[in-house]
């Protein structure tokens, strides 16, 4: 059967803005083929992929994603690598072509899952969902009290697992970073499972980011997120050398699988972050996942929007019980919320799985997100390339 | 002084055609500041440049390009890492990002040096502009025959050193490739620099790409450019310690330091190709250069548009005399050829070298490319946030 359509949504909050909240927008995808259809997320920026899907040509290896697509024969999981390859190939120079291709890919394996009536993770080849520890992810609060008080209500909430990051780490001094650290652990309690995101913030600077290591190393750390840019390969794998019991985790900036794997193999990072969203999809998240566990490294999903994405996000690794770690979003602005009519809920131990049901097991609730959609026109020469579609089922 | 205004232009010649001639379309970039202008080209998909550039905020590690560079002072070369880096940091998760800074970056070095009235090499720091040896790139010819015909045509117009690629390369057999690279050098002479370009046909299949070599060291050829996907690094690093002589070239896909500065390091690759349109700009690709003159690498412009382009591309290794190739557009459309009001010709010994005038010494031909112009709109929930502006000097 072919793709008969693929339709982008952008939607977005009614104000948006300048914080580190990536849930106050979303670019949606729906895939249409013989009747049957699928949806997906795209984590970026929505009207720079929109232009991505509709530009005009530039030349053979610049092409509009849509080229590559909509027509497609999508009949088995074969076909999916097939036409994210194409788009790779046909859309080589065009950069945002990853971040718009995630979106799509994730739509065609909840088509397929949907039509065949099967969860995605088993057309991946996985024969259970394994539950995840969910880790509830906060920014660090503006001094250490508020950090412990911040650690303390993630432990009420009944979250084993936190991580905090960003906010006044890593811009001051080595001991005011400790104090953090160390008021996130007491707030947190010993049991509980402590992760640190740098977001960034030391470059290329591994000097800098070692001085911090001894408190991470005392308060139990498991991993310290994004001390360095994230292509930064000689940086991560000399600070992985110099630490003892903190692993680096890094990774969701990967726009395909190679980079990825470049973390693993050069960075020597311990964790690998992958958000199908952004990597190429669920395609590129599997293989990304299978690199990890050859090279005992634990594969982790990087999720802050919607359930449907963490859903598509949860797939890749949802068979592989020792990478037990889950991102899990819970301060989502409304929209990514009621995105979906059901989401993917703690059971009773506290852990998330990706579901049962076909596809992703998610719905899209249309008359939910329909307020938040976005009216886009994109005219080249006259010629309207692009007006949002009507939000359809 | 502040940067007041940054426009994009999106120029096309009237038919686009789906083959692999990057020069059929192009994405000027004019910078004014305090009543100086400089120009620069991303050699990028225009509409999705434009859509970067003007995009809606979606979070704080995901802003238009426009916010970080309209207003900033632009004072003295510093300033221009410090607008870079800023749009890197508050366009993180904006992928296309870095192709529109690239052309945004190139425009700033101009407008310094034109205000300065020094050529950009010079604010680079280099003593003078050392002459290259151009290469002409042509694709192979249909059957080895077509190829000879080609390579004697190069070597009639005068080129010493030639570049064939693409076509049937890599997708025949092992022996229909060597008939190919034979007829190249029987062609050009056994004087003539001779380079082949696999185009990335490879995927990430040492074992193909190996099968290949034997012949290219038969036919002394200096490179092998792209045998696989840019970021395949195992692949490249297999490959390189399998040749004895032919060494292997990549980069062109960069679209940052560290990705080129990655070939070098761990892909194993013996020419680094940087092109400043879309590595991020001269800054970065000076960066590349340094790392590579410290590895013994040689770097090598990647340029198939206009002479603008080129003069960009030629920039950050003008100073290095042992860096003596140079990619030169031979084939380019009627857009790229009249882009500027003069061009950089070959001198009486046939090589050609980055301009003394200032800036980045050539004169955007408003009246000429004014026909090419594409009118763009974009506009979202009712705002138009793009209309092409006028052509101005």
Redesign the interface.
């Known amino acids: 059967m072919r793709i008969d359509s693929v339709d982008l949504y952008y939607l977005?909050m009614p104000e948006?803005?300048?914080?580190?909240?990536?849930s106050?927008?979303m670019l949606l995808v729906r895939v249409e083929s013989d009747g049957h259809v699928g949806w997906g997320e795209c984590?970026?920026?929505?009207?720079?992929s929109?232009?991505?899907f509709?530009?005009?040509?530039?030349?053979?290896?610049?092409?509009p994603v849509v080229d590559s697509v909509v027509g497609q024969r999508l009949d088995e999981v074969g076909d999916i690598a097939r036409i994210a390859a194409e788009v790779r190939a046909r859309s080589?120079?065009?950069?945002?072509a990853?971040?718009t291709l995630s979106g799509i890919e994730i739509a065609m394996w909840d088509l397929l899952g949907r039509r065949q009536e099967r969860p995605v993770w088993q057309l991946l080849g996985y024969e259970q969902s394994c539950p995840k520890t969910p880790y509830a992810s906060s920014l660090f609060g503006d001094d250490p009290q508020q950090t412990l008080e911040k650690a303390v209500n993630v432990r009420r909430l009944g979250y084993r697992a936190a991580k905090f990051g960003w906010g006044p780490y890593g811009t001051g001094s080595v001991g005011a970073d400790a104090d953090h650290v160390h008021a996130a652990r007491e707030g947190l309690g010993t049991e509980g499972i402590l992760l640190v995101d740098a977001g960034?913030v030391f470059g290329e600077d591994v000097e800098a980011a070692a001085l911090r290591i001894p408190a991470l190393e005392d308060a139990d750390v498991t991993w310290l997120e994004e001390p360095f840019?994230s292509?930064?390969?000689?940086s991560y794998r000399s600070l992985a050398s110099r630490s003892q019991r903190v692993r680096l985790a890094g990774g969701e900036?990967a726009?395909?699988p190679?980079?990825a794997e470049?973390l693993i193999?050069?960075g020597g990072v311990g964790f690998v972050q992958i958000d199908t969203g952004r990597v190429g999809g669920i395609g590129d998240a599997l293989r990304v996942a299978r690199h990890a566990r050859a090279a005992g490294v634990t594969f982790v999903n990087h999720t802050f929007t919607s359930h449907l994405a963490l859903s598509a996000s949860l797939q890749p690794f949802a068979g592989v019980a020792a990478d037990r770690l889950c991102e899990y979003p819970v301060e989502a602005k409304t929209l990514a919320r009621v995105a979906t009519a059901t989401s993917l809920s703690l059971d009773d131990n506290g852990l998330v799985a990706a579901p049962a049901a076909p596809g992703l097991g998610l719905d899209v609730d249309l008359d939910a997100i329909r307020p938040y959609l976005?009216?886009?026109?994109?005219?080249?020469?006259?010629t309207t390339?692009y007006t949002t579609p009507d939000l359809r089922s």
Chains 1, 2 share one sequence.
């Open positions: 977005r948006v803005l300048d914080i580190g909240d990536g106050q927008d984590e970026a920026s929505p009207l720079t929109i232009a991505s509709v530009t005009p040509l530039s030349h053979s290896a610049c092409h080589l120079d065009l950069l945002q990853e971040h960034t840019t292509g930064a390969l000689g900036g726009h395909n190679l980079m470049h193999d050069y976005v009216d886009v026109e994109i005219s080249v020469n006259g390339l």
